[in-house]
C-alpha cells in the first residue's frame, strides 16, 4: 500500500492539498493556522443538564481508554491512577469515561479491567473516588480551576468480547454471528445471554452509575459501541424475544437502562458512546496481509449489524442511527459520542493507523480514506439530528495536523467536541499545548504504532510503548516492537 502518513507533510499546505484530494465526498478541509484563546477549539460549550446549564471550557474531550491494569479485584493500580491524572492534566475540559467500567465481573475485557465488584469486601466506591480525585487534581494543579471540567464514567459490559479470567475468550452474546464466530472459532456452544441475564445487567449498570452519581462523576456514558453488549444488541436483527428484531426491541435495553438511571439518580447526567455505523468484519488476507471483507455475498442480506446497508455491509444506512440518536436526545440526554466500527472486526476503521495491532492486517487503503470517514459520518448525522450535542472520533492518526482539521469541523458546526484517543496516552497535553497557541512537540506526537492495542491483545498492560518513557522503560517494550514487525509483514 503506497500512502504518505501525516507526519511525511513539510507544511499544512502540502497536507491540505493531499486532505481534499482524497475527499470523495467533498467539502472536508484543513486550516492553515491553529490555537490560541480566540481559537475554535478554545471556545466554552454550554450544555443542558439536569441541574442546570453546565459550561465546559473548550472542545477536547479524552475518549475512555482501558489499560488493562486494575488489580483482580477491580481496585485502580498505581498505572491506573497515572493515567486518569494525566487525563486531568491534559487540559481537555470534557473527560468522557477514563475508562470502560464493567457493570459485574463476567463483562470485563480482561482479567485487570476496573469493575464493579459484587465482594461486600471491596470498596468500589473508594476506587472511584481515588481516580475522580487524581483526574481532578491533575487537572486543578496544571489549569487552576475544576468549574469548567465535566467527567463522565463509562459503563460497559464486555459482551461477545468478554475475556474476564485470562487469555481464552467468555463470550457471552446478544445473538449469533456466523462470520464473527468462523473470525473467533466460536462453536455452537457459545453462550447466548437471555433476556433475563439481560435484565441482570441492566440492574448492574443502574448499580454502577448510581454509584458514580454517588462519588462525584457529573455524568455516566451507558456504552454501546465497539462490538460490546449494547452495541450488539442494536444490531441483533435475529435475535428472538424482547430484545431483538424491530427497532423497538433492539433499543429497549438501552431506553430501560437510562431510564432506570434516570429514576435512580435523576441529577446525574447521561451520555452515549455509540458505534453509529459498522462494517462487515474484515480478515487478513493471505499473501499480501491486507483487511479484505470475506465472503459476503453468501451473507446478503447482512442481519447482524447497526447502521450498516444490509445489501452491501461496508457501506453506511444511517436511517436507525438517526432514529436512536432522536430517542437520546428525546430521553434529555447529554451528548452522544460518535464512533464507527470495532477495534475487533475492524480496526483500520475504529482507529486508523499506519501499523496495524498484532491481530490486524494492513490498511485496506489510505489511513486517511477512514479518519475521512469518521468525519463524514458525524457530519451527516449533525445535518439528520441538528440538535444533540456531538463528539467525534477517530483524529489522533492525524498527528501535527490534527487540530487544522479539527478546528474546520468546529468552526463550521459540524460537530461540538474533538474526542482524543491514542493521542492522550502519548502526548497527554496537547489540548492544553493547542489552547494556549504553543506549537505542538512533534516528538509526543502519536504515530500509531497500535503497541497501545497490541499489548493487551497479548496479555500485557496498555500504554504508549514507543513515547511514554513510564512504559519505554518495561521489558514488553522489546517484545512489543517484535510483534509490531510480524504484524506488518505481508
Ligand atoms: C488502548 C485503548 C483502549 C481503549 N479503550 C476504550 C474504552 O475503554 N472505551 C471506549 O469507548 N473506547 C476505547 N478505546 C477507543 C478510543 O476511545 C478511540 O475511539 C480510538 O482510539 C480512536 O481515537 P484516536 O484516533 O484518537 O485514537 C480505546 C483505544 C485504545 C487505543
Excluded at 485487570?112 to 481532578?136: F, I, M, Y
Excluded at 445471554?193 to 457529573?218: H, W, Y
Excluded at 469518521?374 to 449533525?382: C, Q
Excluded at 496537547?430 to 491483545?457: E, H, I, N, Y
Amino acid at each position: 500500500m503506497d500512502y504518505a502518513p501525516p507526519g511525511r507533510f513539510k507544511t499544512a499546505a502540502d497536507f491540505r492539498d493531499r486532505w481534499r484530494e482524497l475527499d470523495a465526498l467533498g467539502g472536508l478541509d484543513c486550516d492553515l493556522e491553529v490555537g490560541g484563546p480566540d481559537d475554535p477549539l478554545s471556545r466554552p460549550f454550554d450544555f443542558a443538564t439536569p441541574t442546570g446549564p453546565r459550561r465546559v471550557g473548550n472542545r477536547f474531550v479524552v475518549h475512555p481508554m482501558e489499560g488493562w491494569d486494575a488489580n483482580g479485584d477491580g481496585t485502580p493500580s498505581d498505572d491506573t491512577i497515572r493515567r486518569w491524572r494525566r487525563f486531568g492534566e491534559s487540559g481537555a475540559k470534557l473527560v468522557w469515561g477514563g475508562e470502560a467500567y464493567a457493570v459485574q465481573p463476567d463483562g470485563r475485557a480482561n482479567p485487570n479491567q476496573l469493575h464493579l465488584n459484587p465482594d461486600p469486601g471491596v470498596d468500589d466506591a473508594r476506587s472511584l473516588r481515588t481516580l475522580l480525585e487524581a483526574l481532578k487534581q491533575g487537572h486543578a494543579e496544571s489549569h487552576g480551576s475544576t468549574e469548567d471540567l465535566l467527567v463522565g464514567l463509562q459503563l460497559t459490559h464486555s459482551g461477545r468480547f468478554s475475556r474476564p479470567t485470562g487469555s481464552t475468550m467468555s463470550p457471552r452474546i446478544a445473538e449469533l454471528n456466523p462470520v464473527l464466530s468462523a473470525k473467533y472459532g466460536l462453536d455452537a456452544g457459545v453462550h447466548v445471554l437471555t433476556d433475563a441475564e439481560l435484565r441482570e445487567i441492566s440492574d448492574n449498570m443502574v448499580r454502577a452509575a448510581c454509584l458514580a452519581a454517588d462519588v462525584g462523576f457529573d455524568f455516566v456514558d451507558v456504552k454501546c459501541c465497539h462490538g460490546y453488549l449494547l452495541h450488539e444488541l442494536l444490531g441483533a436483527h435475529t435475535r428472538r424475544g424482547d430484545y431483538g428484531g424491530s427497532f423497538e426491541n433492539r433499543t429497549r435495553l438501552f431506553r430501560d437502562t437510562v431510564k432506570a438511571i434516570q429514576g435512580e439518580r435523576p441529577r446525574l447526567a447521561i451520555g452515549c458512546r455509540v458505534s453509529i455505523t459498522d462494517t462487515y468484519p474484515l480478515f487478513r488476507r493471505e499473501g499480501d496481509a491486507i483487511g479484505v471483507p470475506r465472503g459476503v455475498e453468501d451473507h446478503l442480506p447482512w442481519r447482524h449489524g447497526f447502521g450498516v446497508n444490509a445489501m452491501d455491509p461496508t457501506t453506511s444506512d444511517f436511517t436507525e442511527p438517526a432514529a436512536f440518536l432522536e430517542m437520546c436526545r428525546d430521553l434529555g440526554l447529554l451528548a452522544a459520542n460518535l464512533t464507527v466500527g470495532s477495534p475487533y472486526y475492524c480496526p483500520h476503521l475504529q482507529r486508523p493507523a499506519a501499523y496495524p495491532p498484532s491481530d490486524g492486517y494492513l490498511p485496506p487503503r489510505d489511513p486517511l480514506c477512514e479518519v475521512q470517514r469518521h468525519l463524514h459520518t458525524v457530519r451527516t448525522i449533525r445535518a439528520m439530528v441538528p440538535d444533540l450535542p456531538l463528539v467525534g472520533s477517530g483524529w489522533s492518526y492525524l498527528q501535527q495536523f490534527l487540530p487544522n482539521v479539527a478546528r474546520v469541523e468546529v468552526r463550521l458546526g459540524m460537530v461540538d467536541f474533538v474526542g482524543l484517543g491514542r493521542s492522550m496516552l502519548s502526548y497527554p497535553t496537547l489540548p492544553a499545548d493547542v489552547v494556549a497557541g504553543r506549537p505542538l512537540d512533534r516528538k509526543q506526537l502519536c504515530r500509531t504504532f497500535s503497541d497501545c492495542t497490541t499489548a493487551p491483545r497479548n496479555g500485557m498492560i496498555s500504554g504508549c510503548y514507543p513515547l511514554d518513557r513510564h512504559y519505554r522503560a518495561m521489558p514488553q517494550a522489546v517484545d512489543l516492537k517484535v510483534l509490531r514487525k510480524e504484524a506488518s509483514k505481508a
